[in-house]
């Protein structure tokens, strides 16, 4: 089972994040072409891509003993779904949460797409390098990212939730490495 959760963890999870954080770009193009002119922001742009557009959005657990939480009884053994991708929208924690804002002031406010407390996602450190490794290089070379079509997207109820087909069109700018 945890060679299964890591192979499965491992890279389902990150290439929907990368689609959903594409496609929520792709929206957003003042957004892209601020990240491709300052590529040191991100981290920030995965923070707030995967707190604005996560491709998990609930994590899972089993209520040990009777939990009463605002006046309602959970009792022991009662599956619990807290929903985390509400919890990123939360307006204690964040200003302004509908808007997304990659140079979002303060930075580093902690999104829960990774999930929180002992279950806290083993592969965090690795998504979050993969993901601030291709995005502004992506950035920089399709800076014109459109999408050309109709996307499609998984279901809302996936446990894993991306595009399942997202069609775009770019002008490839060279590299400058
Ligand atoms: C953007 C990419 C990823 C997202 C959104 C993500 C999300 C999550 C979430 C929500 C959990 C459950 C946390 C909780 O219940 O509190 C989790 C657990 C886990 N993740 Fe990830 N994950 C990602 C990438 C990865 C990678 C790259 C690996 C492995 C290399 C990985 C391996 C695992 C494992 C093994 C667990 C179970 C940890 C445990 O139960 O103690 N994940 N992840």
Redesign the pocket.
């Known amino acids: 089972m945890m060679v299964d959760?890591?192979i499965i963890?491992?890279t389902d999870?990150?290439r929907n994040?990368l689609g959903c954080t594409i496609g929520l770009f792709t929206e957003h193009p003042d957004q892209w072409k601020l990240l491709a002119a300052q590529p040191d922001l991100a981290p920030q742009a995965v923070e707030e891509s995967?707190r604005y557009f996560?491709?998990?959005r609930a994590?899972i657990r089993f209520a040990t003993e009777d939990i009463v939480y605002r006046d309602t009884l959970f009792p022991a053994g009662t599956m619990i779904m807290p929903s985390?991708a509400t919890a990123n929208r939360d307006t204690d924690v964040f200003d302004d949460p509908a808007t997304f804002d990659i140079t979002r002031d303060p930075p580093g406010q902690p999104q829960l797409?990774?999930?929180?407390?002992?279950?806290?996602?083993?592969?965090?450190a690795?998504?979050r390098a993969e993901?601030q490794e291709a995005l502004p290089i992506i950035a920089q070379r399709m800076p014109d990212i459109a999408v050309d079509g109709v996307a499609e997207w998984k279901p809302s109820t996936a446990a894993i939730f991306g595009p399942s087909h997202l069609p775009v069109t770019f002008t490839p700018a060279s590299s400058n490495d």
């Open positions: 959760a890591v963890g491992g999870t990150t994040q995967m996560g491709a998990i994590t985390t797409t990774f999930g929180s407390g002992i279950h806290y996602c083993l592969g965090a690795l998504a993901l």
